[in-house]
T-cell receptor, first 114, second 120 residues
Framework: DQQVKQNSPSLSVQEGRISILNCDYT??????FLWYKKYPAEGPTFLIS?????DKNEDGRFTVFLNKSAKHLSLHIVPSQPGDSAVYFC?????????????FGKGTLLTVNP | NAGVTQTPKFRILKIGQSMTLQCTQD?????MYWYRQDPGMGLKLIYY???????DKGEVPNGYNVSRSTTEDFPLRLELAAPSQTSVYFC???????????????????FGPGTRLTVT
């Protein structure tokens, strides 16, 4: 059973517009959430994270929002750029004492069109 | 500072052959991980290690073995390769980070570039 779900396999947006990537989780023990970005033939790279004590975290063009009651988080990219085209993975940790382990979603392929 | 390095980048194995995927990190991280990624799927944890000499199974350990004799190296061994092991393998490492304001502990994982393995 998937504990971290990214229900949109792909998303296409125009350059300069907002990209919104969504992620849902089922395990209420998760308390730390991360987004990773992956280009083809490369390993995932860390993008941004949020702790459950916050509902928003910003880093430049990237903002992550967390809605604990809905067990939902989203990544906003504003403005979107062609170089943002990649697969984005949502990940979560916090299962008891093993919070060094991450559970990943299946990823969303973002395509930003010039 | 090379981060996490993996060798080889690509490999084709015949069914029943064995091989070792190498992973090295130069960040002095205690925690290391092996994942596999199948097409259209997320990353599945194979094995992990919380420090030299300590390893444990992840979500999909069958058909694999690991060792951790040093902090830097975490090789993944495939014995009797099967077509189901065709995948992209990623090694990662992390360290324990304590938030100065909240006291919360978090771990951000750093990934290697991956090894694409095909078993035919």
């Amino acid at each position: 059973d998937q504990q971290v779900k990214q229900n949109s396999p792909s998303l296409s947006v125009q350059e300069g517009r907002i990209s919104i990537l969504n992620c849902d989780y089922t395990n209420s023990m998760f308390d730390y959430f991360l987004w990773y970005k992956k280009y083809p033939a490369e390993g995932p790279t860390f993008l941004i994270s949020i702790s459950s004590i916050k509902d928003k975290n910003e880093d430049g063009r990237f903002t992550v929002f967390l809605n604990k009651s809905a067990k939902h988080l989203s990544l906003h990219i504003v403005p979107s750029q062609p170089g943002d085209s990649a697969v984005y993975f949502c990940a979560a940790s916090g299962q008891g004492g093993s919070n060094y382990k991450l559970t990943f979603g299946k990823g969303t392929l973002l395509t930003v069109n010039p | 500072n090379a981060g996490v390095t993996q060798t080889p980048k690509f490999r084709i194995l015949k069914i029943g052959q064995s091989m070792t995927l190498q992973c090295t990190q130069d960040m002095n991280h205690n925690y290391m991980y092996w994942y596999r990624q199948d097409p259209g799927m997320g990353l599945k944890l194979i094995y992990y290690s919380v420090g030299a000499g300590i390893t444990d199974k992840g979500e999909v350990p069958n058909g694999y073995n690991v060792s951790r004799s040093t902090t830097e190296d975490f090789p993944l061994r495939l014995e009797l390769a099967a077509p189901s092991q065709t995948s992209v393998y990623f090694c990662a490492s992390s360290y324990r980070l304590v938030d100065g304001t909240s006291g919360k502990i978090s771990y951000e994982q750093y990934f290697g570039p991956g090894t694409r393995l095909t078993v035919t």
